[in-house]
Structure formats: structure tokens, C-alpha cells
């Protein structure tokens, strides 16, 4: 059975950082793309960054320089480092197994960037 569980979001003022965690069970890790998303208030779910089989990573333009993910394939976890905090990058966060066939999603994690 596939899971995947989000933790690591709170309140931060803004300038501030957090670590976002997923651990992931149920998918062959190594192999999958893994992302991160987010849902700001009154917004869709957009693509903050991914990382690859091979470790290749990619950010939406909002976030790069700011936000690092990586993966830890002994640990099945991806995370997301967020430094450099922003009040627009409010919103709950997802992360996101990419599998041949179809995605699976985690709960999500609140973060909340205010001074």
C-alpha cells in the first residue's frame, strides 16, 4: 500500500526557514519522480520543484534560490529546505510520488510564513 506522509510545516516569520519531510512506503522510491506541491489560499495546487531518478531537479521560477529538494533513498524520504521565507509562500504542501502509471499524494503539511 502506498503512502506517503508530510510533516515539518508551522508558522515562521517571514526570512525564516523550514524542512519539509515525506516519508514514502509502498513505491519502488529510487526509481520515482518525487515532487513537492503546494495550495496557497484561494489558489490551484502548482508545482513548487521535483527531483528525478537520476537526481536532476527542477524549481518554478518563485522559489529557486530559495528552496532546495532532495531525496534519501536509504531513508525513503524526500525533503524540501525552504529558506528565505516569503508571506506568498503560505500555503499547504504536498508532496507527490510519480509513478508509469499514475501520482500519489500525501496529506499535505500547513506552512504559514508571517511576521
Known amino acids: 500500500q502506498v503512502q506517503l506522509v508530510e510533516s515539518g510545516g508551522g508558522l515562521v516569520r517571514p526570512g525564516g526557514s523550514l524542512r519539509l519531510s515525506c516519508a514514502v512506503s509502498g513505491v519502488i522510491f529510487s526509481r520515482d519522480v518525487m515532487g513537492w506541491y503546494r495550495r496557497a489560499p484561494g489558489k490551484q495546487r502548482e508545482l513548487v520543484a521535483y527531483?528525478?531518478?537520476?537526481?536532476?531537479?527542477t524549481y518554478v521560477d518563485p522559489v529557486k534560490g530559495r528552496f532546495t529538494i532532495s531525496r534519501d533513498s536509504a531513508k525513503n524520504t524526500v525533503y524540501l529546505q525552504m529558506n528565505s521565507l516569503k508571506p506568498e509562500d503560505t500555503a499547504v504542501y504536498y508532496c507527490?510520488?510519480?509513478?508509469?502509471?499514475?501520482?500519489?499524494w500525501g496529506q499535505g503539511t500547513q506552512v504559514t510564513v508571517s511576521s
Open positions: 507527490c510520488a510519480e509513478t508509469p502509471r499514475t501520482q500519489y
Open positions: 527531483i528525478d531518478s537520476g537526481g536532476g531537479t
